[in-house]
Every structure is written in C-alpha cells, then in structure tokens.
C-alpha cells in the first residue's frame, strides 16, 4: 500500500459526475494507492505510519511533530490508482500492480476506517470515480509511504 503524503494549508476532492466530495483545512492529503498484494494488514500500517509521521514543524521550525499531536489538523483521503503506474518500460504507464476495483475498495475502506479509529473524521472521494482535487501545499512538503 503507498500514499503520496502532502503536507496542506486546505484540499478538496469532488466526485466529477455528482459533484459529492469533501474538503479539510490545515492537515494531510493522502492520494492512496493499494497494491495487487496489498492486505489488511497493510491497510493497517498505513494508517498508523502516517497519524504518527513527524512532517509538521515544531516552534524551532524542524519536522518533529505528528497529526497526533495537532488535534486541529485534518485529513483528506482520495483513492488512487494510478499511484502504482509503472512507467519503467514505456511512455504509457501500465497499472498491473494496482489491486483490481472490489480488492482496492476494501482496503481503502478499511486503510480510512483505522485513521478514523484515531479521532479523525477523514473525508474521502468517491472510490474508483473521477474526480478533482486541489490543494494549497504547505511547505512544500510531499512524501510518498509505503506500508
């Protein structure tokens, strides 16, 4: 499972047929790939890796400080599968590596449920729609994590 990390000011997703989606201020958008050997065990590491990932500054301005640690600062989880695109051998990236549509929704659902376990309220896209996102980055600061 991977996520690419961004450090954000504000974001937003919204699902491009319905117009749903969700937004957060000061926190962390997750763009969240799963893979075709991910588990829920992986979905679970995620989760934790990221509530505890030291990526906000502390009053000397080092990166010491975690999600857990600023009850104010949300997240915004948008899945993602393109996150595994392998570009390695052509222009056209292949996506053989992402987990097929019902395997990637469930852990998604799940990956969401254990930040949610930590307090968030975790507003999300629409799994497999297309949709847009935007973000204000705060930094700027993008990480990607795998689990």
């Known amino acids: 499972m991977r996520a690419v990390v961004q450090r954000v000011l504000s974001a937003s997703v919204v699902d491009n047929a319905d117009g749903s989606g969700g937004s957060i201020g000061s926190g962390l958008l997750l763009l969240v790939g799963i893979h075709c050997d991910d588990t829920e065990t992986n979905a679970r590491k995620l989760a934790d890796k990221i509530v505890n ?52 929704r469930i852990l998604f659902n799940e990956f969401v449920s254990c930040l949610r376990t930590h307090g968030f309220q975790v507003p999300t896209g629409v799994f497999g729609a297309d949709m847009a996102v935007s973000l204000v980055n705060d930094g700027p600061v993008t990480l990607v994590v795998d689990a």
């Open 53 to 104: 990932l030291r990526v906000f500054n502390d009053v000397v301005g080092k990166m010491n400080i975690s999600l857990l640690d600023l009850p104010k600062h949300e997240i915004l989880a948008v899945s993602n599968f393109t996150v595994y695109g392998d570009t390695k051998k052509s222009r056209r990236p292949s996506f053989g590596e992402s987990a097929p549509y019902e395997q990637g």
